[in-house]
């Protein structure tokens, strides 16, 4: 999968956000390792809350039809649907991609266009991170007399 094609299905998921309340439209485009694409929009709601980030819409619809594992994803959003800048993932999102791919391998793309994007891998968003790896250790280390 080209990245200028997840681009597009990116932006063309962009539409179908419902964001009525801070009219800030995010579309996210997540590549399987299996080489399936999953959209995502933020989905507000009338209880500020209840509202979901595109990217998590986009890897919950993923991994609730058996996909784990993941290449890359791209982001792309602005104020009333028009993306004029880099659209980066809020800190609760990039957690939940530490729990379904390799920090040093997954690549977060921000879209502006097909031509003008960034890529970051995951670890350069969330340096020292937890993940599913410390909940298996008997021993924590330096943290236990
Ligand atoms: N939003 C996302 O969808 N993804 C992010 O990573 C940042 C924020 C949404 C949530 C809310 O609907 C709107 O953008 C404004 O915060």
């Known amino acids: 999968m080209e990245i200028n094609q997840l681009i597009k299905t990116a932006m063309e998921a962009l539409p179908l956000s419902y964001a009525p309340y801070s009219k800030f439209h995010v579309a996210a485009a997540l590549l399987g390792r299996d080489g399936k694409v999953y959209t995502g929009v933020n989905v507000e709601n009338a209880s ?69 994007y960034k890529i970051y891998t995951l670890e350069e968003l969330l340096p020292v991170s937890f993940g599913p790896d410390q909940l298996k250790k008997e021993n924590p280390g330096i943290f236990c007399t």
């Open 48 to 116: 500020y809350p209840a509202g979901m980030c595109a990217e998590r819409t986009a890897f919950f619809k993923a991994v609730s039809e058996g996909c784990r594992e993941f290449q890359a994803i791209v982001i792309c959003g602005g104020k009333n649907g028009k993306v004029e800048d880099f659209c980066p993932p809020c800190g609760i999102c990039r957690q939940v991609m530490r729990e379904f791919c390799k920090p040093e391998e997954f690549q977060v793309i921000l879209a502006v266009s097909q031509t003008e």
